[in-house]
């Protein structure tokens, strides 16, 4: 599978933006997706992910109850929309794809999209 993430960009603090993975040459179901972030001099973090199949979902603490995730079936894409963002959490956005049971560990994951930007700020 091939990943598209895009929707980065410029927000002020408490706004909001949405990112989408779209995904390509198989189905989106078929994975489990995560989306990461990394800012600077800092590793890797997981922010959200949904469950191949059942589409079960798991937060990342720092952003629990600001950030929705939801599969598009129809449209073969998995959308981040993210609100009340700030300053911290800028950093590229990326989505990934895999098969594995453990959805929180980056190493888990095989298939990566290119990042996309977003810097909170004003």
């Known amino acids: 599978v091939q990943l598209q993430a895009s929707g980065g960009g410029l927000v002020q603090p408490g706004g909001s933006l949405k990112l989408s993975c779209v995904a390509s040459?198989?189905?989106?179901?078929?994975?489990?997706i995560g989306w990461f972030r990394q800012a600077p001099g800092k590793e890797r973090e997981f922010v959200v992910g949904i469950r191949q199949g059942g589409g079960s979902i798991a937060y990342g603490d720092s952003v629990k109850g600001r950030f929705t995730i939801a599969r598009d079936r129809a449209k073969n894409l998995v959308d981040l929309q993210m609100s009340s963002l700030q300053p911290e959490d800028t950093a590229v956005y990326y989505c990934?794809?895999?098969?594995?049971?453990?959805?929180?560990?980056?190493?888990?994951?095989?298939?990566w999209g290119q990042g996309t930007q977003v810097t909170v700020s004003s």
């Open positions: 040459g198989r189905p989106v179901s078929a994975y489990t």
């Open positions: 990934a794809a895999t098969t594995s049971v453990g959805l929180r560990d980056p190493k888990n994951y095989y298939y």
